[in-house]
């Protein structure tokens, strides 16, 4: 594990700016920065940093966290990864300690599985430049294929000898692990022998976003109709491959620059392409588009070009995730490769130039494409094209934000036309299927909230749906408020040889806690709070924000709220500076508990209420009455202080 000393140096350089400024567009506002949203489609900007308190925030889907969970988030880290990640960049020495023999083992089988492709790429490599086999077969294949040194050293290739266990030979003598091996794919076993699993092909090593080798495909040189054209790595804890798009470590500072994304099919479509100068190109491997792959595109770029062979099995290929691309709002244009060519043979034939104003020049709307092969397809058969009808107005429906209407409503008017159907009664199909989808949507929504509510919210006798739901929203705001206060103001003097959290935690013993705070989230915060006072720490937001445990960390993002602050230009409208929260902590805090204390005395009133109405001795009566006038006086105390404290 890494120690903590080593964490503390690496929290201490950490620019939360600088980090999610490196894969997100970010723009000064105010004294914050504003951007659009890595982890959801949106066109209008609420993915919100804050340099003050080191945390970002979406207020559109409401993502948030700091600099490691960042990285966590969008980059698929660990916490430990994100640590290693931030370490690399700021140049922190890692230092180690001991942990658990179960944590050592799942950190291994990643950094094994990093550790053997790094050093099969290397071997591969050096097989195919240095020995005379590699030279005189697959070297000479790729210059035959028209590639240039740069761009063989570029992308890393390599060659896979002829020999049943060249490479197994060499992972062995470098003491590999068989297991870890096996896992990678590199090898498989035959006759209780680990024997090399890409013999005789190229050997196309995958990178991930920071560039590290996360597996492999191997291509078969020449023809062989017994073995298949492609293998590639299975999925493992580190290759999974409906999250990879082949390219995009090479590929996306070009796609930024273009605002554009080019997408093929292969491995060598790709390397043509990035020769001949057109560098903004990844290819999805032949396989159906994914919502994490189309994320991906997202993170650079709105604009998608799919660029295929003319064929049918290119036509559909390219046509397969089109529903799921529409959804995460990429503009997606089409452009088939003629004469039965692809990107990678057509680049070679026509030249960097020929092959641009190709591809700007033959840009075709994806969802009148569609429907245009489906509609051949279909013919004079109605029951056919009833179901283009269907499928049409379903793909449109997935065009449903605000900001995709106009949009939505050309695509309506210029389908209707190539269909020869009225067009209100199209537009009456496509509200159907949004109509359907949100209901599905909210349906889930509701039993997910069912399923969530708190057990006791239903059977709290005299208190109906509707007034439990609002007591638990106004609880809740109660306890979020108190802790926040704790977090940002804790430290913070309140009197002699006092602070902010003498005072709060003097309120509250162990009972009272779980007495009061009805969150179970928020109680865990005040308790991790409580136990570091009592082992004299001085905890701060920071000591949370970057808590390893995660859970605690996301909650306590979620407390410090970035939307709001002051505008520069007030003083030109209003006379005299505002005063901050600082400033007002002392009221603030005093309110925020007295709104605490003033809700328990209103339980205990209610309760004593219930228990009034029910049947008792005379004695009995007499001491319940007696408690009511006591718990309604400490209300009237409470709520004048409260008043106090408001308009003070």
């Known amino acids: 594990m890494i120690s903590q000393h080593t964490i503390e140096q690496i929290l201490s350089r950490i620019d939360v700016i600088d980090i999610v400024g490196s894969f997100v567009k970010l723009k000064k506002r105010g004294t914050n ?27 559109g889907c409401g993502k948030s966290g700091n600099s490691i969970s960042f990285l966590m988030e969008h980059e698929k880290y660990s916490y430990v990864e994100a640590l290693r990640w931030l370490a690399n960049r700021y140049n922190v020495e890692i230092e180690e300690t001991e942990t658990s023999p179960a944590y050592k ?85 035959r006759d209780e022998q680990l024997v090399d699993n890409y013999r005789d092909r190229i050997i196309f090593p995958v990178h991930n976003q920071t560039g590290k080798i996360i597996g492999f495909g191997a291509r078969i040189i020449g023809k062989n109709d017994r073995a298949p054209k492609y293998i590639n790595t299975p999925e493992n804890e580190i290759y999974i491959k409906s999250k990879i798009l082949y390219g995009s470590y090479f590929a996306r500072q070009a796609i930024d620059r273009a605002d554009e994304c080019l997408l093929v099919e292969g491995y060598t479509d790709v390397i043509s392409l990035h020769q001949a100068g057109i560098e903004n190109v990844v290819a999805s491997g032949g396989t159906s588009l994914t919502p994490d792959q189309l994320r991906l595109v997202k993170k650079y770029t709105n604009n998608l070009t799919i ?41 070679k034939k026509v030249g960097n130039e020929a092959f641009r104003n190709f591809i700007a020049q033959n840009k075709k709307d994806v969802v009148l494409f569609q429907l245009e092969v489906s509609l051949k397809d279909a013919g004079n058969d109605s029951v056919k094209k009833s179901a283009v009808v269907n499928r049409i107005a379903e793909t449109i429906s997935r065009l449903n934000k605000a900001e995709d209407f106009t949009k939505q409503q050309d695509y309506i008017r210029q389908c209707a036309g190539l269909l020869h159907i009225d067009e209100a009664g199209l537009n009456a199909l496509v509200n159907k299927f949004i109509r359907d989808r949100v209901t599905k949507q909210e349906n889930k929504a509701q039993a997910a909230e069912l399923n969530a509510r708190p057990e006791n919210a239903e059977s709290t006798p005299g208190i109906t749906e509707d007034e439990t739901l ?75 924000l970057y808590h390893e445990n995660i859970e605690l960390s996301t909650l306590v993002v979620g407390l410090m ?28 805090v005093a309110s925020t508990l007295n709104y605490l204390k003033l809700r328990k005395i209103k339980r205990l009133i209610d309760e004593n209420q219930r228990d009034l109405e029910k049947l ?33």
Request: hydrophobic residues 35%.
């Open 33 to 59: 920065y504003l951007g659009l949203c890595p982890f959801h489609n949106e066109k209008t900007p609420s993915f919100t940093v804050s340099p003050a308190k080191e945390i970002y925030k979406c207020f």
């Open 105 to 189: 083992e799942a950190q291994q089988k990643a950094d094994s599985l990093y550790i053997i492709n790094n050093f099969a790429q290397k071997f591969f490599s050096d097989m195919l430049l240095n020995t005379e086999e590699g030279q005189d077969i697959a070297l000479s294949y790729l210059k035959e294929r028209g590639f240039n040194d740069a761009v063989i050293e570029k992308f890393q290739l390599g060659y896979c000898s002829r020999q049943r266990d060249a490479f197994a030979k060499a992972a062995a003598e470098a003491q590999y692990n068989p297991e870890f091996l096996l896992k990678s794919g590199l090898v498989v076993t």
């Open 561 to 588: 709220d970035t939307r709001y602050e002051l505008s520069h230009n007030w003083k030109e409208h209003y006379d005299g500076p505002m005063p901050t929260r600082e400033e007002l902590y002392r009221e603030e």
């Open 616 to 648: 008792h001795s005379p004695e009995e009566q007499l001491t319940l009455l007696q408690t009511h006038q006591h718990l309604k006086q400490l209300e009237i105390e409470l709520i004048r202080n409260q008043g106090a404290v408001i308009f003070k």
């Open 470 to 544: 609002s007591l638990l929203n106004k609880d809740e705001l109660v306890e979020r408020n108190i802790t926040r206060a704790l977090l940002e103001f804790g430290t913070y003097d309140w009197g002699e040889e006092q602070k902010v959290y003498d005072y709060i935690l003097s309120e509250f013993d162990s009972n009272s806690l779980h007495e009061l705070f009805d969150n179970k989230q928020m109680l865990l915060i005040i308790e991790t709070y409580k136990t570091w006072v009592q082992n004299g720490v001085d905890p701060s937001p920071k000591s949370f």
């Open 307 to 347: 660029i295929y062979d003319g064929d049918s099995a290119g036509i559909k290929a390219a046509l397969r995730g089109l529903d799921l691309a529409l959804e995460e709002g990429l503009n997606v244009q089409l452009v088939l490769i003629p004469d039965k060519e692809d990107p990678d043979s057509y680049v």
